[in-house]
């Protein structure tokens, strides 16, 4: 009989190699992220990850039409073994063993349901994940981004919580969060429109006030120009 989905989740295989004493090492989304996972998951949805583990092993156990972008061919050898031994079927799951960075910009950009970015947690890969992906992501579909506790993946939940494009859904504290995607993702936006970077910069008086009209914050800007 096949793993379940509970199973694969309390007893997440070691997918990720060997550290420097020879033990097998994984880095695999928290049991509470894989649950928020397994919810969100149906059979067919468009589903695409940076980065390969315990969450492909999810993604092709729900029979999402999965796309895992890693560069590690020894990681999706192991996740295909583990695969094939517990009865799971990756028929629907289409690996591109290569870095997201580079292999994203070359994709077809058709819809996805849901996205997980948990690749090179660098700068600005988590940047370049997100931007190549946001756009295809379909109103309402939802964004998962791990391990919010590093820099570069905190910057891109903090921005996100900000920016009017998108609704916080859920959040595992200083694990991972969970958006949903509200509004079409312009790739074009002016930095102006975007209030986490307004908030952020150095600005004179003036520019702030232009750049609050454009977003249509006219209370604050009113609060703000009221003398003390
Ligand atoms: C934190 S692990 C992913 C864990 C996985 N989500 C799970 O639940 O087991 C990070 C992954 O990113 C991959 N990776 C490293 N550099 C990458 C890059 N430039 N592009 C895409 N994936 C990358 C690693 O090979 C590894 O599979």
């Known amino acids: 009989m096949a793993l379940r989905a509970q199973e694969l989740i309390e007893s ?13 090492e994984s880095w695999a ?29 999810l993604f092709a156990l729900r029979e999402a039409d999965h796309v895992c972008v890693a560069p590690a061919e020894d990681e999706v050898r192991r996740i295909r073994e583990f ?4 009865g799971i079927s990756t028929e629907r799951v289409s690996f591109v063993v290569e870095r997201s960075e580079l292999a994203l910009p070359r994709f077809e950009p058709t819809a996805l349901d849901l996205v997980l970015i ?8 988590v940047f370049i994940d997100w931007h190549y992906t946001a756009a295809r992501l ?12 590093l820099w570069t993946p ?16 859920a959040e595992v504290p200083m694990r991972s969060a969970v958006f949903r995607k509200q509004l079409a993702v312009d790739g074009a936006a ?39």
Do not use: K
């Open 138 to 149: 379909r109103l309402g579909g939802l964004l998962f981004v791990d391990d919010i506790n």
């Open 154 to 169: 905190r910057v891109l939940h903090d921005f996100l919580r900000e920016d009017p494009s998108w609704a916080l859904d």
């Open 12 to 24: 997440p295989p070691h997918l990720h190699g060997f550290d420097a004493a020879g033990r097998p």
């Open 83 to 86: 695969c094939a031994a517990n």
């Open 29 to 57: 989304l928290s049991p509470e992220t894989l649950r928020l996972l397994d919810d969100a998951i149906e059979p067919g949805s468009r589903t695409l990850e940076t980065g390969a583990g315990v969450s492909t092993v």
């Open 190 to 228: 002016n930095w102006t429109e975007q209030p986490f970077v307004v908030a952020r910069s150095h600005l004179t008086r003036g520019s702030r006030a232009m750049a609050m009209l454009r977003q249509g914050q006219f209370r604050t800007l009113l609060r703000r120009l009221r003398p003390r």
């Open 118 to 125: 948990d690749g090179s947690h660098s700068f600005p890969n």
